[in-house]
């Protein structure tokens, strides 16, 4: 595909039924201060097939016109100056570029806020990157078997690591990711993404350990092993093996509780919601990593 003379950067939007968020998202396109006849907006709907990210990103660059390709997501606003100063750190050495996301907090976040916050800290997160379009043929794009919006930008990045290319940071690319509104117990729901933890961990175990989680969950393996163990000395008829086991699950739990409560709102349903959901995460996580690893085949805990 030749580069058009004048594009020079495409855009790539994925999205998935929120007309609202996206028409945000274009419309903080607009006021761009890079000229609208130097970038193209590539949105790629990714319903109701739900092929997930990766696979709508591929579409997406795979249709760009320009030399370099920059990712966002439809729940973003892009600063003015965003690609202007996204186009501005690259150099001929300079192979991928990512900016900063910041995510506006109230001053007493929710477990759950703090938590999206988070993304703050990415090292290469793709509601703001840029990649050179010939990288990513080269690289062949994101892999599809992260099927959900979960790691996905890590794989890219420890591939570009691993390939030898540069990858530069600029602050002044600067999109807002609000924290959006979510459910009741959004955390249980979101421990499925731990699965792709276990891809990520087979594909690249040293940058693993040493920019996502230098060591496993052994918080978490805790108190599922003294939970199991009660449960079952409950049913086998060993009552001091019982209370210590259920001993040991009431203090760990009441610990991992008490650090997420920690720095957040106090408010009785978001403190219920803490307690319950912190019952509940251990096992969860921990069946979702032996699921990866099975899925993956890999030893990941």
Known sequence: ??????????????????????????????????????????????????????????????????????????????AREWLEQ???????????????????????????????????????VTAN?????????????FDENFRIAWREDSDLQFRLLQAGFRIRHAPGAQVVHP?????????????????FDALLFKKHRRLYRERIRATPRWDYYGITASLAIALVSLVTGHPGLFLGAAAAWLVLTARFCSQRLRGTARTWS??????????????????WRLVGALKFRVAFV
């Not at 506006?104 to 993304?119: C, F, I, K, M, S």
């Not at 840029?130 to 062949?140: A, H, I, K, P, T």
Request: include cysteine.
């Open 1 to 78: 595909m030749t580069a058009s003379p004048l594009v020079s950067v495409s855009v790539v939007i994925p999205t998935c039924g929120r007309p609202e968020l996206l028409a945000r998202c274009l419309a903080a396109l607009k006021r761009q201060t890079l000229g609208a006849e130097h970038f193209e907006v590539i949105v790629v709907d990714d319903g109701p097939t739900r092929h997930g990210p990766a696979v709508v990103r591929n579409l997406g660059w795979r249709k760009a016109r320009a030399p370099i390709v920059a990712f966002t997501d439809d729940d973003t606003e892009p």
């Open 86 to 124: 996204g186009l501005a750190a690259f150099a001929d050495d300079v192979d991928a570029v990512t900016g900063r996301v910041r995510m506006p907090l109230p001053a007493v976040p929710t477990d759950y806020e703090r938590d999206a916050g988070g993304l703050e800290r990415g090292e290469f």
């Open 129 to 141: 990157c840029f990649v050179r379009r010939s990288v990513l043929e080269e690289l062949g794009g």
């Open 179 to 195: 924290v959006r509104p979510a459910p009741w117990g959004v955390s249980l729901r979101q421990q499925r993404k731990v699965m």
């Open 270 to 287: 978001h403190v219920l919601e803490v307690a319950v959901t912190s019952i509940l995460i251990p096992p969860l996580a921990v069946f």
